[in-house]
């Protein structure tokens, strides 16, 4: 039996996550019961009669932070209910950026609970005692931490053995890792008067894989050299590289 992904999650909007539990490859995911996803929401864990959650900053300014005592109820029962001693991980964008070697890393942990912020966020000694990890999916401010964490989610359910299926692990299997994907096509042949690459229609599978690669790798270079920085290109690779670019008219 693969091992499932557990993930608690803490947040005051846990209906969004519907979101990944009501669609697609997540949903498949969780139907087959290798993400299992549970919410707490800090507004349970509150005493008083307006069920408060959010607080005023020290040194005043604007905005409100999120109140201390249920948001930490909230962490430590998403922390005993998640179980096998999760890794907690607080979404902001003072996180370390997400990419997919993030992704890779994060998939070593079998078990999370992910501290979606709201308001201008959380008291920083929060952070020193009750977050493991800071992550961020980009340099720009949203309204919380929930489309952050589904962000997390999906990419790494998609790690998870079982969840996509031949065909899906068969078109990241020919994914280079580390590279941008190559263009694809569907009918109809000619689109706008625009007709689909010959190699596609050829049915020399061996030949459209090198195209494909081929294109992965002239995207890359025209688009986000940085990336073939860190790459270590295989004789092909490099060769198809090196023929892209000695086509590539500027
Ligand atoms: C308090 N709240 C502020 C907004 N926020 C983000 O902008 C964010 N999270 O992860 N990557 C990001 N970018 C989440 C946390």
New binding site residues.
């Given amino acids: 039996m693969a091992q499932a992904l557990q993930v608690g999650v803490v947040s005051l909007f846990p209906d969004m996550f519907q979101a990944i539990t009501e669609y697609g490859v997540t949903r498949r995911a969780v139907e087959q019961q290798l993400l299992q996803l549970h919410t707490w929401n800090p507004r349970d864990f509150t005493h008083d009669k307006h069920r408060t959650v959010d607080d005023r900053p020290y040194g005043g300014g604007p905005g409100m932070l999120m109140m201390v005592e249920p948001l930490r109820a909230a962490i430590a029962a998403a922390k005993e209910g998640v179980g096998d001693n999760p890794r907690v991980i607080y979404?902001?964008?003072q996180?370390k950026k997400l990419d997919q070697q993030g992704v890779q890393y994060l998939s070593q942990f079998s078990s999370l609970v992910l501290v979606?912020?709201?308001?201008?966020?959380?008291d920083e000694r929060v952070i020193e005692a009750d977050i493991d990890e800071e992550?961020?999916?980009?340099?720009?401010?949203?309204?919380?931490?929930e489309l952050?964490a589904m962000v997390m989610i999906d990419a790494l359910a998609r790690q998870v053995p079982g969840v996509l299926g031949h065909q899906d692990s068969a078109a990241e299997d020919s994914f280079v890792a580390g590279l941008l994907d190559c263009p694809h096509y569907t009918r109809p042949e000619t689109l706008d008067g625009k007709k689909v690459p010959s190699v596609l229609l050829s049915g020399n599978h061996d030949k459209i894989r090198q195209w494909r690669l081929q294109q992965a790798l002239g995207r890359t270079w025209l688009r986000r050299p940085e990336l073939l920085t860190d790459l270590a290109l295989t004789d092909e690779q490099q060769r198809l590289l090196d023929e892209f670019k000695a086509n590539y008219q500027l």
Avoid: M, Q, T
Wanted: hydrophobic letters at 35%; proline letters at 9%; charged letters at 15%.
């Fill in positions: 979404l902001s964008p996180g979606a912020g709201r308001y201008e966020g959380i992550w961020s999916i980009g340099d720009f401010v949203l309204s919380g931490g952050p």
